[in-house]
């Protein structure tokens, strides 16, 4: 069965969606198809909580900045949230950080600040 994107929060254009533990070749075309589905309905501000999230390869990266590049369009926001110390290396190296939102941190960070 392939991982998908679980929305966990919707409030207007606002739609907080949790990322699966590995967002990859097998994974990214639904999480994609998901993604696409909530801005073409009109979400304008989406997060990607990404505290389960242990792998990310290149086609999960093209999804977000696919995503990113939809809502900037709009004048909406991509957000990642709850990125592992890995992952925020990756992303940052790449240059994502300039243009999105990611806010490193994990599940234990969330429960602690809570």
Known sequence: MTA?????E???????????????LDSTPGLRAVGDRLIDEGCRHLTLDCSRTVYLDSTGISAIVTWYQRLDAVSGSLTLSGVNEHLYSLLTRLGLHTAITITPGTAADDKQGS
């Open 4 to 8: 998908m994107l679980r929305v966990t």
């Open 10 to 24: 919707r409030a207007g254009d606002r739609v907080v969606v949790e990322l699966p533990e590995d967002v990859d």
